[in-house]
């Protein structure tokens, strides 16, 4: 498939968008596993999304699971489709000529004759962007890329299984047409950005998007308030939600300091969710509540998702989902742990007619119980979390 950049004189301007264009387009879209709309996202099943794919690179843990794909990568996404998720999680960039790729990182590090060097993925056209790490032809070797941790210091991106870097139009066409898409809109916390570039990235983004998405489920996510509050302005077919630490770290937008600033701008801004650090949503269980009271979904985020009791907590919670880097090992958890819905049981019984309503009835008064019912924790639920309440505390 030929690549070609996007250039933002393709896509209409902000001010010739009509408020309901996308929903009048696509309103005919449905989605697999979740119901997509303009004001609410309800998921018809506890949520497992796929981190970065099949799980992020975590280069200097002793967990061979977290080297063995690389992130962001056509192969990770299409592992992960191997297992029952329903999403897989990416970060997407613009580069300077106007082209969606799929890359974590704000820079690109890499060295030439011993000397390390790194550069923006937003300044990289994409050609640039693309010579990094393994190339399409095998005989050509591209710039090799290293990567920085997040306590400075500079390591090799060496993985089992590498793949090439890659475009979100490769994505739509390469990755299995079922798997959902949580398409993190990415940009740096350390610059302030004006409407007018933010209007062009998330116009050269949706381009792509449209054009591409078909019947594949699609959620837009940001860190950046702005970003999302204007993607949802942008496009009325996608839900769209805002990403927060949930108050684990302080920034100087303050609408990212804590689940209830988190909240504020979903309602302000007619967000359909949150997605929260797991640490956040431990710390301040009430918030769950207020956020379902306020008809926001809510997804969830951490190292604490690759732990199956954590996830199964969450579940009770009210949590709608989780992003997961072992997803083999959570969606087999969760499988034991969740037992099908009641209106699932009754669809297995194949009732109809009479006999069929009376079932309906009975199943529809079985999930207003379950939706009443307090959880009740087994020994080993109040074990994990005893033993989980003084960390959370700790940190």
Known sequence: MALKAVHVSDVPHFDQVPDNAS?????????????????AFRASKFLVIGHRGSGMNALQSSDRRMKAIKENSILSFN??????????????????DYCPVIFHDDFILSVDKG?????????????????????????????CLLRKTKDGKIVNWNVEIDDRLCTLEEAFHKVESSLGFNIELK???HIVYDQSYLTGVLQAILHVVFKNAKERPIIFSSFQPDAALLVRKLQATYPVFFLTNGGNELY??????????????????????IVSEVKGIFRNPGTVKKIRESELSLLTYGTLNNVAEAVYMQHLMGVEGVIVDLVQEITEAMAEMIKPPAKAKAE?????????????????EEEEEEMDRKPQFSERELSFLMKLIPQLIDF
């Open 252 to 273: 100087h937008d303050v609408r990212r300091n804590s689940l209830e600033e988190a909240l504020k701008v979903c309602l302000e801004g007619g967000l359909q969710g």
């Open 348 to 364: 297995v019984t194949g009732t109809t007619g009479e006999e069929g309503k009376e079932e309906e009835g009975k199943v529809k």
């Open 115 to 143: 000397t390390v060097f790194e550069k923006r993925v937003t300044e990289l056209s994409l050609s640039e962007f693309l010579n990094y790490g393994p190339q399409q032809d095998p005989q050509t070797e591209g710039n």
């Open 23 to 39: 929903l009048a387009m696509y309103a005919n879209r449905c989605s697999i596993g979740a119901e997509l709309g303009w004001k």
């Open 79 to 96: 592992a992960a489709a191997k297992f029952p998720v329903d999403f897989v999680e990416f970060d997407v960039q613009v580069t300077r």
């Open 187 to 189: 940009f740096d916390d």
